[in-house]
């Protein structure tokens, strides 16, 4: 299947053609042609499958003119600024797009907000907006959510059903993502979106995780994970506490002993935790201390480590922390902190992992300053 087979126009065939894409990837071949003739699609399908271009080829082979067809929501804003480069590849000469996020001025989103067909942004700011009549959304065709899972486990519901508010009833609804979560489904049935389901296989990556579990006594689980964080090459980690006080508590004695941690938990307002995973993604924080809901919020790909300072409650617990770690053929490791006390609790994790997590020889543990 060529994009000319799935009616993509002659001069986006070509721009994409100078970026080195010739061939559709399967989620657009899927999605393409039913968003060509208007139906609405929720598209699950797994991250760097190409979803930008599935959803932004037909929308801007669409839109014109000067009036907002077309928005597209992101639950960042390096997302978003992601989602316009890539729109800005195919783009025509004649149109034009914003990029609308928080923490910045407004005048020039406004102002491009104004004469842009193509609007994407993140929900706050695009709410702020809409509120202040800034924006103009009475010619819409395109509601676009990029993300879906993500916006949703950040907790941008009511964002959402404001800006829906806003939105003429006569649009197409694109929402994507790389799993479908239940409160999108409900938000779906609650303004009667009916949309025909993609669901694309995720590919079987080898995945390398080392499961491991180091005896430690209770008072030496700081040091001890001090030292593992020293001792190894990492890229990103995430370290799992069972309550937010220790969260914090940890966060704060690995920065005094010089790692670059910080703590993520439910007590943090929204934006707090988006400015903290932008760091995080970026690298600017490369350990985050989470409890497990404040977790899910965690979408990031260069995890290599996994630290369970507490250990996980259930099997199922201790499956979700370490199926971040390692991700898309990265190598990884996670290391389970175990107190004496705490063995039998952990047994029936190792029995349902069936001899893959290995006991770890004790390290030489580094002074911690407390
Ligand atoms: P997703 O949103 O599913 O995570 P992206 O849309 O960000 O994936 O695409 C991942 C990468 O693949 C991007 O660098 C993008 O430019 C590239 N890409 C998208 N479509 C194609 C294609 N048809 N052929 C080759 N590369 C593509
Ligand atoms: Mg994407």
Redesign the pocket.
Known sequence: MSFKQLQVSRPIVQKLEAEG?T???E??EKSIPLIFEGKDVLVE?E???????GFSIPVVQEVEGNDTQALILSPTRELAKQINE?IEKITAEEQETVVIYGGVSYKPQIEGAKKSNIVVGTPGRVLDLLEQGEIDLSSLEYFVLDEADRMMDMGFQDELEGILSFCPEERQNLLFGATIPRDLKRLCEKYSIDPEIIRIKRKKHTRNLDEKYLDIDGNKKLSALYTLLEDRDRDLSIVFCRTKNTTRWVAKKLRKNGVNAQALNGDMSQHKREEMMERFENGEVNVIVATDVAARGIHVDNVTHVFNYDVPDTPDTYTHRIGRAGRQGKEGEAVTLLENKQHSQFRQIKRKHKGKIKRMDKPNLKQIQM
């Open positions: 894409i061939d559709p990837t989620v657009q399908s991250t760097g499958s190409g979803k930008t271009f890539e």
